[in-house]
């Protein structure tokens, strides 16, 4: 029996490792990404802002835009691209509503939503108004 849970032990730990790797690489791609929109005349306004519906990577003044950035990473943007579903999407657009709404920003504010896709080589494809309006 304590075979068995050493091997949960290691599987929990492995899992755990690689939680944590994502994590780093996910900040990191998202650093990358704020760097990328800064060095493009914007601001950032917020990293990791969060609603009561869930969280949004960056938020970002592009001149007059108000820009909502879901940063995906993976070994080529075809794959990081794919990883964006249709029920993400809305949620991403729900919590964009929040933030609005929390921060008590007119909803006529002009809005964006990009997809910031970042590869292995850590090159950059940024997507503009990437999903529509739900």
Same mark, same amino acid.
């Given at each position: 029996? @304590?075979?068995?849970?050493? +091997? ?5 730990? $492995?899992?755990?490792?690689? &939680?944590?790797? @994502? ?6 791609? !998202? ?17 990791? &802002?969060?609603?009561?519906? &869930? !969280? ?12 909502? +950035? $879901? ?24 919590? &964009? ?22 590869d292995s080589t850590g090159a950059? !494809? ?9």
């Open positions: 029996m @304590n075979g068995d849970r050493l +091997v949960e032990d290691r599987m929990n730990g $492995e899992h755990k490792v690689r &939680g944590t790797r @994502n994590d780093l690489a996910g900040r990191s791609a !998202e650093d990358a990404i704020a760097r990328w929109y800064e060095t493009m005349g914007a601001s950032v306004q917020d990293r990791r &802002g969060r609603s009561e519906v &869930g !969280e949004i990577d960056l938020i970002v003044h592009d001149g007059p835009q108000l820009v909502f +950035v $879901e940063v995906k990473k993976s070994r080529s943007h075809a794959v990081a691209l794919a990883r964006l579903s249709d029920r993400q999407m809305q949620r991403i657009y729900r919590a &964009g509503a929040c933030y609005l709404a929390d921060k008590g920003t007119d909803m006529d504010t002009d809005i964006r939503f990009d997809v910031a896709l970042v950059i !494809e940024i997507l503009q108004n990437a999903f529509p309006m739900y």
